[in-house]
């Protein structure tokens, strides 16, 4: 894999210098009172000269194993996003998109990040059960030239695909748009998929470059500014791992693992591979309880999956990942090739003869079951345009007082003609039914699209971590226009 690389080598080692003098001191933790959680640890050292550029993982510089210290920094960088053009970006640790952070389940990690942006960010850790002070919200702005140290302990049962991003207030569009987004991939002792299958993470997404290299990041007054406030942002490239239409090799007979994350502001891929089903073996929180077999894949905004694919193709064949058209928009802002199925990328079958894979299990894991009659409260949520329960985001505003322990119901209600992704902070939990129809199997989620018109009820157990929680459309511009609530748990 080839991914775009920083040449701001000077800046970063310039900081970290600084850095090695200097000891960086938190923004101001947020702790509630009365929080089960544990106060923030005392700053670990971690120095910011562990970043190496261009990796394509976080380095774990901890000695002792079970935990993971790793330094992220956000800072400017001029890269060729697109072949032959440069543009200035905003990067994590020198690229787009950012390091992957791989963890174990039961890992103590701190991330020690800092701010080199020309304005303030956030890191947010998406689908994460961490502790409030951790999570990254727009509550938590860390300022340029300042440092957070993220902490959190994996939880068992956590194993999966999740990403990370900034969530600043009002420029969450922006930032992401400018590079900043990477994966988080979480293993689990007892994993049940074959370690024999190829493992491969597609991070996708999109954008608008002008032909200086410049992002199109428009203003409300525009047309094209109207239109990106209605359908949120939209690009005419499409990025896999940062590369336009990759090739990814395959050899006839294998099953490949693959995990999928959409960082797309608002795009909605539609995944399918012409003559071929996928094994659908996990969602946003991880593994289903057996894999289910499907001929295409929708991946709202800011959802992961998991996938089994098998190359059924010939050696020395090809065949294309394709992303089919989804019409997720009003009618008046549907853009004119919004019909046109895509190209996202190319599988090469080898030229190896075929293999016979190991055989996929039949049942991956349990997943515990939340009952609907435990719940102490069913919450209305309102999804219209712009806003939530006909209210725009306030951070002082706490919209649903829920308890720490309780089990609730929500029931989200799209009632306009386009869709809305809806997403809850810091807490997994399981699609009960979609307009009533149940849900076929469980499985942990944290995002899931809530189609024009529809209603989608789910269950959630407010188990651990007492504090202000986010939710939201994950449609980008409709977040930073204020389509966020907080569920304040206590
Ligand atoms: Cu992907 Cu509020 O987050
Ligand atoms: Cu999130
Ligand atoms: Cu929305």
């Known amino acids: 894999m080839r991914s775009r690389r920083a040449a701001l080598t000077l800046l970063v080692v310039a900081v970290a210098v600084a850095f090695w003098i200097v000891v960086g001191r938190p923004s101001v933790p947020s702790s509630p009172e009365g929080s ?177 290299g410049t992002f199109d990041l428009t203003e409300p007054t525009t047309l094209q500014g109207q239109i990106d406030h209605q359908n949120g942002r939209e690009g005419g490239l499409l990025f896999v791992n940062g590369e336009i239409v990759p090739t990814l090799d395959i050899r006839s007979g294998e099953i490949q693992r693959w995990r999928i994350v959409n960082a797309s502001a608002s795009r909605v891929y539609r995944l399918a591979i012409e003559g071929q089903t996928f094994l659908h073996v996990g969602s946003d929180g991880g593994l289903f309880e057996r894999p289910v077999e499907i001929d295409e894949l929708l991946i709202a905004n800011a959802e992961r999956v998991e996938v089994l694919v098998t190359g059924t193709g010939a050696p020395g064949s090809t065949a294309v990942l394709e992303t089919l058209p989804y019409d997720r928009y009003m009618p008046q802002t549907r853009p004119a090739d919004w019909d046109q199925p895509r190209e996202l990328l190319t599988l090469r079958y080898t030229d190896a003869p075929p293999v016979t894979p190991d055989p996929v299990p039949e049942t991956l894991r349990p997943i515990p079951y939340l009952d609907p009659a435990q719940a102490s409260a069913t919450r209305e949520i309102v999804m219209a345009q712009g806003m939530i329960n006909n209210r725009i985001f306030d951070m002082d505003r706490v919209d649903v007082a829920a308890l720490l322990g309780a089990t609730e119901i929500w029931e989200v209600h799209n009632v306009v003609g386009m869709d809305h992704p809806f997403h809850l902070h810091g807490f997994q939990f399981q699609i009960l039914d979609r307009n009533g129809v149940p849900e076929p199997f469980r499985s942990w989620k944290d995002t899931f699209n809530v189609p024009k018109h529809e209603t989608v009820r789910f269950i959630v157990r407010f188990a651990d971590h007492p504090g202000k929680w986010m939710f939201h459309c994950h449609i980008l511009d409709h977040e930073d226009q204020g389509m966020m609530g907080i569920v304040e748990v206590t």
Not at 176 to 190: C, E, K, M, N, S
């Open 36 to 212: 089960s959680d544990p106060a923030p640890a005392e700053l670990v050292d971690i120095p910011l000269t562990s970043i190496v550029l261009g990796d394509p993982f976080m380095r774990n510089v901890a000695e002792q194993p079970g935990m993971v210290h790793v330094a992220l920094v956000a800072a400017t960088a001029r890269l060729q996003l697109v072949d032959g053009v440069t543009s200035d970006v905003y990067a994590y640790n020198g690229q787009v998109p950012g390091p992957t952070l791989e963890l174990r389940e039961g890992d103590r990690v701190t991330v020690r990040f800092r701010n080199e942006l020309p304005e303030p960010t956030t890191v947010h850790w998406h689908g994460l059960s961490l502790p409030i002070d951790s999570d990254g919200s727009p509550l938590d702005p860390v300022l340029p030239g300042e440092e957070k140290q993220y902490t959190f302990t994996v939880s068992a049962g956590s194993a999966g695909t999740y990403w990370y991003h900034p969530h600043p207030h009002h420029e969450t569009t922006s930032q992401i748009t400018r590079g900043l987004y990477g994966a988080v991939v979480i293993r689990a002792p007892d994993d049940p998929l074959p370690a024999s299958y190829t493992e491969r993470l597609l991070v996708l997404s999109d954008n608008r470059i002008l032909a200086d």
